[in-house]
């Protein structure tokens, strides 16, 4: 799970770092052209006949306005790639942590079966085989005593002489 979040997170950084590269290359063109056309208004400022540097200031304003909202789409994309990306992580994140939570739920559902079921069946279960060593003990203790006493017997004859 870490690894597919790093790797979320380094592609999200690298594409900002793509789109500010993006920006910065726009804006400069920008600042070329708000320089170009801060010069064009002084020379049409100063000659209102001056067609050509006329002409040439509408294209400048045009391509400045180009500029302009080739920055907004980028901003735009931008923004919603990384609500998107962000959203898909914390989807991932919460799947995860959903699947944990159902994971520990069962673990904890086992547990209590262990407890209540399964260890309280066990303790009759050794109760009644300590009671069976018992009995067992009692008996092998009975049986030895009578093969001791068995031992002493003596079988006793008289000499029988056959003539």
């Known amino acids: 799970m ?10 999200l950084e690298q594409f900002q770092a793509s789109k500010r590269a993006e920006l910065l290359r726009l804006r400069s ?3 070329a052209l708000e320089s170009r056309r801060s ?17 040439e ?3 400048t304003d045009s391509e400045i306005e180009v500029i ?9 994309e931008v923004r919603d790639t990384i609500i998107a990306k962000r959203q898909e992580m914390a989807d991932l994140l919460n799947t995860h942590i959903e ?3 159902e994971s520990v739920a069962k673990m904890r559902a086992e547990k ?8 309280p069946s066990l303790e009759r279960r050794r109760e009644e085989l300590h009671e069976r060593l018992k009995a067992l003990d009692a008996e092998i203790l009975q049986h030895s005593g009578e093969i001791n006493e068995l031992n002493r017997i003596t079988i006793e004859s008289e000499d029988l002489e056959f003539e």
Do not use: F
């Open 57 to 59: 200031l509408n294209r």
């Open 68 to 76: 302009k909202e080739l920055i907004a789409q980028v901003r735009h």
């Open 39 to 55: 010069d064009l208004t002084e020379r049409v400022s100063a000659d209102n006949t001056d067609r050509g540097s006329q002409a």
């Open 112 to 119: 209590e079966r262990i407890r209540t079921e399964e260890m």
């Open 29 to 31: 063109e920008l600042s």
């Open 2 to 11: 870490d690894h597919i979040l790093q790797e979320s997170q380094a592609w």
């Open 99 to 101: 699947g944990l939570k």
